[in-house]
Antibody, heavy 121, light 107 residues
Framework: EVQLVESGGGLVQPGGSLRLSCVAS????????MTWVRQAPGKGPQWVSA????????YQTDSVKGRFTISRDNSKNTLYLQMNSLRIDDTAVYYC??????????????WGQGTLVTVSS | EIVLTQSPATLSLSPGEGATLSCRAS??????LVWYQQKPGQAPRLLIY???NRATGIPARFSGSGSGTDFTLTISSLEPEDFAVYYC?????????FGQGTKLEIQ
């Protein structure tokens, strides 16, 4: 069974940093692209960033470029999201999700349970 | 970026009835349209990929259709567990985008 478990969320002040982690199990982690999707309270999901199976290709939405960095450690079956210069509108539940393909995600299945990031002073 | 507009925002129906949910894209996404279901307090769950392909384990009462800019998710006969929020997502262009959702509620 595929399992994705996120951690690292919490309360942070505007301008602060957090690193999210997602530990994967139940599949050959390095053979699949992975992605981060966030969902602000009461809103629809927003795709944030994706990374290829090898980690050589990354993709990001414009609003996080220059602030967030996606990475992965295939030896540890772990996906990361380093978030710097956090803003109030980054407040959301952050989900990691497994992609369908190696080079790019395609669709997302399954998703982890999410970790809440709250940016507030 | 491609904007996905879902309608209606809320759909009130009774168990046993059929449901039709719409997703319209601001430009063609070919058949690269995905549907998810989300229940309160849970992560989204994949239902349909590439417009019309049911994901593993999804009941046959769920079906998807469409191409280009207009897509439909149909639930043939609603079960109590189908009342949830449904989102469409396009994977045709970066950035991937989601619709704002349709809430399917019990009438």
């Amino acid at each position: 069974e595929v399992q994705l478990v996120e951690s690292g969320g919490g309360l942070v002040q505007p301008g602060g940093s957090l690193r999210l982690s997602c530990v994967a199990s139940g599949f050959t982690f390095g053979s699949y692209a992975m992605t981060w999707v966030r969902q602000a309270p009461g809103k629809g999901p927003q795709w944030v960033s994706a990374i290829s199976g090898s980690g050589t290709s990354t993709y990001q939405t414009d609003s996080v470029k220059g602030r967030f960095t996606i990475s992965r450690d295939n030896s540890k079956n772990t996906l990361y999201l380093q978030m710097n210069s956090l803003r109030i509108d980054d407040t959301a539940v952050y989900y990691c999700a497994k992609g369908r393909y190696d080079g790019y995600p395609g669709w997302f299945d399954p998703w982890g349970q999410g970790t809440l990031v709250t940016v507030s002073s | 970026e491609i904007v996905l507009t879902q309608s209606p925002a809320t759909l009130s129906l009774s168990p046993g009835e059929g449901a039709t949910l719409s997703c319209r894209a601001s430009q063609s996404v070919s058949s690269y349209l995905v549907w998810y279901q989300q229940k309160p307090g849970q992560a989204p769950r994949l239902l349909i990929y590439d417009a019309s392909n049911r994901a593993t384990g999804i009941p046959a009462r769920f079906s998807g259709s469409g191409s280009g800019t207009d897509f439909t998710l149909t639930i043939s006969s609603l079960e109590p567990e189908d009342f949830a929020v449904y989102y469409c997502q396009q994977r045709s262009n970066w950035p991937y985008t989601f619709g704002q959702g349709t809430k399917l509620e019990i009438q």
